[in-house]
């Protein structure tokens, strides 16, 4: 049997065959709502190259593909993608945070998550997993979840394991909804993001998921503000949180990163962290 060519499937990498440009364009495209007559415009190509290109039936060159990403919106990490699917070397650095080069974006964000102190701040990547958390994080998840603490080290699968998180939220039902869109929506964006697909589905497949969460509507838009009301013996502790993300970043790990503060919506919550707080640095002090 003849195999198939690297223009048919794509190329492989690391024994796993990665979509051709071609195939990632015209996904892109779908999910952008174009047509092919209104890309080849925005992208100043003509509708009979873009065909040939989505259907592999030309190589595009460098500045196309340039001009088609710029016309698609897609992001640093897409574009990276693209390059290589194409047989081109990837245009953006992705360094790991802990090398020199970011030694001072690592500076930033250690005072953010410090600054945020009694109350809990994590820094997460771009499919919500935990990278690092502040103290006042470590602290409230060991008092709602006792030593043991939580059983994932990525945020949306703490909130709905049963035997995690989940287990102590009280409005649940209303807190998970807004995260399953939140997902899809990114998903919609990124429809080549096969780790948010994977996470998408372990979320829908914990028990008491509703089912019509598996049927994404992406006409309703989440919530700018969302309210978890975590409950622990006598107490409700209420948070919201806000987002921090690196504006214009010139790496890729950056333009995946963003820090979630959460803030105490109630003073019986503020309260309570600060008592939480005291309590810890009175029994550090005590064993010195």
């Not at 990490?77 to 090398?99: C, I, K, M």
């Amino acid at each position: 049997m003849t195999p198939l060519s690297n223009a048919t499937l794509g190329v492989v990498l690391n024994k796993k065959i990665i979509p051709s440009a071609g195939s990632q364009l015209k996904q892109w495209r779908i999910s952008r709502g174009m047509s092919q007559l209104a890309l080849a415009l925005e992208a100043n190509l003509s509708t009979r190259h873009l065909s040939c290109v989505e259907t592999n039936k030309s190589q595009p060159s460098r500045e196309a593909l340039t001009r088609l990403a710029d016309a698609l919106q897609l992001s640093m990490y897409e574009r990276n993608a693209l390059w290589r699917a194409a047989g081109f070397v990837a245009d953006h650095p992705e360094t790991e945070l802990s090398q020199p080069a970011l030694a001072q974006i690592q500076q930033a964000i250690d005072c953010i998550l410090a600054q945020q102190e009694p109350y809990p701040a994590f820094l997460l990547d771009r499919h919500w997993q935990i990278l690092q958390s502040n103290a006042a994080a470590d602290r409230l998840n060991r008092t709602l979840l006792g030593e043991r603490g939580s059983l994932h080290n990525n945020i949306l699968l703490q909130f709905f394991d049963p035997n995690d998180l989940r287990g102590v939220i009280e409005n649940w039902l209303e807190v998970a909804v807004e995260l399953i869109r939140h997902v899809q929506l990114a998903i919609a964006r990124s429809p080549l993001d096969e780790r948010a697909q994977a996470l998408l589905q372990q979320m829908l497949s914990f028990p008491d998921v509703p089912k019509n969460w598996r049927t994404p509507n992406l006409a309703i838009t989440p919530a700018p503000i969302l309210t978890t009301t975590f409950k622990h013996h006598q107490h409700r502790l209420r948070f919201f949180s806000a987002m921090t993300s690196f504006g214009m970043p010139r790496d890729v790990t950056l333009e995946g990163l963003h820090i979630e503060s959460c803030f105490p919506v109630d003073q019986a919550t503020a309260e309570f962290c600060r008592n939480l707080s005291a309590q810890k640095d009175l029994i550090a002090n005590s064993t010195l």
